[in-house]
């Protein structure tokens, strides 16, 4: 076990530790994670995926970060930690976490892991920094335009495999047909990510072409059933630990799913650098890099949109654009804390496309995005009357059996109105 060193005195990644230290990264989308695993690979990571949801990782995280902390912070804390305690070779591993960058809490993980892992006597172990928002202060990490496109082709595939599997996993004639191609796709893709044909623009177009037609060509039976829209805190919207499996519970409990992808967030992470340097002279040289990665980031979303459209029977999701339109009259875009003004316009537009009921995953205490879900509910409550909308609380101390007597709740009024 490494000896513990002073805070501000943190081992940074260097180069050379690519070729010797495994990078440890804390998994919490089932369709996207294997896929960035093979995006790092390619750039000559070592990297190794953490999979455990078991609960008993929350408590781990909450013997070292407070729990007033966000939750979201706790379950990855915790996630690390277990996995240190179990590693044999402390002195070849390095830790990988995302930021968001901007006001919000998530601004401030990585100092708290550092802080956690001094605690725990894993000081020297150094932490790689992924910032969301801009690109460029990601620490440990050199993103040149070659793995920016291998992480947006990854991004491409996760999100077409993640909506796909939504779309078939309620109607699917043979149990477990779905989340098999889930998993024969992951494991084809990051074998191709790591070894760099699945990046250009041929091999995306090709590849989404079959992952597409692969989904159209599942044997599924359609009946009536609740469509219910996920949404939410970043990390308890797609991390089965952080929302007690919701995604597995709606499925059971006969409902379909629909969770916006990740190319929303990403867009309006960058996005908002407009507002910012509109309302608050932030550089302009941030801006036209912002403003250039999105339209970037829209081109890679268009051929997802696009394959769903050609190559399904299945309706494709909206692109972003049209999604920033469905804040209005509700939030303004300022309001961009947290997952901000994009909480609310999900929710406007599921509601649109027919996910009128909707869960609201929310970390307890997590202000901006009790403000952007809960807060706006009266709101799209009147917009749409018919709207069945639930905020779900998550954090250490709330009742699982709690949380899935109110999603019950939910559905039982949703059923209703099917047979109205
Ligand atoms: S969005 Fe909420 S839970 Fe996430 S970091 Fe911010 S305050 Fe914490």
Known sequence: MGKKKFLLDYPIFTDEMRKTHTVLIPSFMDSHMELFAGAFERKGYKTR??????????REGLKYVHNDTCYPATCV???????LKKEEDLEHVALILTQTGGGCRATNYVPLLRKALASAGFG?????TFNLGDLKRSEGLKINLSFLFDLLAAVTYGDTLMY?????????????????????????????????????IRAIKKNLRAITEDFNNLDIEYTVKPKVGIVGEIYVKYAAIGNNNLEEFLVSQGAEILVPGVFGFLMYCFANAEYDYRYYRTRISHKLYSSAILWLISRYEGWMIKAIKKYSKFEAMQPFKATRKEAKGIIKHGAKMGEGWLLSAEMNELIKIGYSNI????PFGCLPNHICGKGVMNRLKKLHPHANITPIDYDSSASKVNQENRIKLMLALAKEKIEE
Request: aromatic residues 4%.
């Open 124 to 128: 020297h172990i150094p932490v790689i």
């Open 164 to 200: 796909l599997h939504n779309k078939t996993r309620s109607y699917e004639k043979v149990k477990g047909s779905s989340d098999g191609l889930v998993k024969k796709w992951n494991k084809k893709l990051r074998e191709e990510l790591r070894l760099g044909k699945a990046s250009s």
């Open 77 to 83: 804390i915790g996630k690390f930690l277990d996995a």
């Open 49 to 58: 995926l953490l999979d455990n949801c078991d609960t008993l990782l929350v």
């Open 359 to 362: 869960i609201c995953a929310q």
